[in-house]
């Protein structure tokens, strides 16, 4: 159950920091953000700890890359229910298939492009 918080939060908080970054820009387009204000501090906790929860999902990737067994399913049943849907489940299987480097690479990803607001966090904070 926390693990899907931390997911969720370290999918979203780049998301947020740009939305952030998006709503506070003068008429020519430079950001806004005043150092020590009430969004500065928002914006400089919302990119640290959703770098930590993507931290914490590559790090749950790399624990389960070596033991990670693909459910099994049924070769009939599978084929039977992507016929159904017409392919749209071939992604949803190779997910499954490559869950822990999904984490490991997805979440190293998306936590790279926080790097940005990491480096004016503590600027931000004042």
């Known amino acids: 159950m926390v693990l899907a918080w931390f997911a969720l939060i370290g999918f979203l908080s780049p998301f947020l920091c740009g939305g952030l970054m998006y709503l506070n820009k003068e008429e020519d387009g430079s950001p806004k953000i005043i150092q020590g204000s009430m969004s500065a501090k928002a914006l400089s906790l919302m990119s ?3 770098a930590f ?3 914490i999902m590559v790090l749950k990737g790399i624990h389960i890359w070596g033991n990670w067994e693909i459910p099994s399913i049924d070769p ?5 229910t992507s016929t159904r849907a017409r392919g749209k489940g071939g992604i949803i299987l190779l997910a499954i298939k490559f869950f822990p480097q999904f984490l490991v690479f997805g979440y190293g990803i998306w936590g790279w492009q926080l790097k940005t607001y990491l480096k004016r966090a503590k600027w931000l904070w004042g």
């Open 48 to 50: 640290i700890f959703g």
């Open 53 to 55: 929860c993507c931290l």
């Open 76 to 80: 009939n049943v599978a084929a039977r």
